[in-house]
């Protein structure tokens, strides 16, 4: 079965630090453009980061900019997320997911999702 596993997701005080791993189930995770997303309880599902193939030109929710960062180890089929400065509003379970094509704002261009990992921020 085709599918991310995701990891790291943990309590955390206010301005701390986590970083998610997002690794590749059943395929070879260097032929797609991979996102972050994360969804809170009572909201919708939102991305937060995405990276293409090669890793290059990264882009960010405007909630998460400077904050949050995307990076890829194909060798390791796997996608990192590197969380700094986590704010309450950050608390959701956050997914990764893939597509063929170019990083896209729209969730429903993604697919292959994983069980998500939990993320809470909280003193």
């Known amino acids: 079965q085709m599918q991310f596993v995701e990891s790291g997701g943990s309590l955390v005080q206010p301005g701390g630090s986590l970083r998610l791993s997002c690794a590749a189930s059943?395929?070879?995770?260097?032929?797609?453009?991979v996102g972050w997303f994360r969804q809170a309880p009572g909201k919708e599902r939102e991305r937060v980061a995405c990276?293409?193939?090669?890793?290059?030109?990264?882009n960010y929710a405007q909630s998460v900019k400077g904050r949050f960062f995307i990076s890829r180890d194909n060798a390791k089929n796997t996608v990192y997320l590197q969380m700094n400065s986590l704010e309450p509003g950050d608390t959701a379970v956050y997914f990764c997911?893939?597509?063929?094509?170019?990083?896209?704002?729209?969730?429903?261009?993604?697919?292959?999702w994983g069980q998500g990992t939990q993320v809470t921020v909280s003193s």
């Open positions: 997911a893939r597509r063929l094509l170019r990083c896209s704002a729209a969730t429903t261009d993604f697919g292959s």
């Open positions: 059943g395929f070879t995770l260097g032929a797609y453009t």
């Open positions: 990276i293409d193939i090669r890793g290059g030109s990264p």
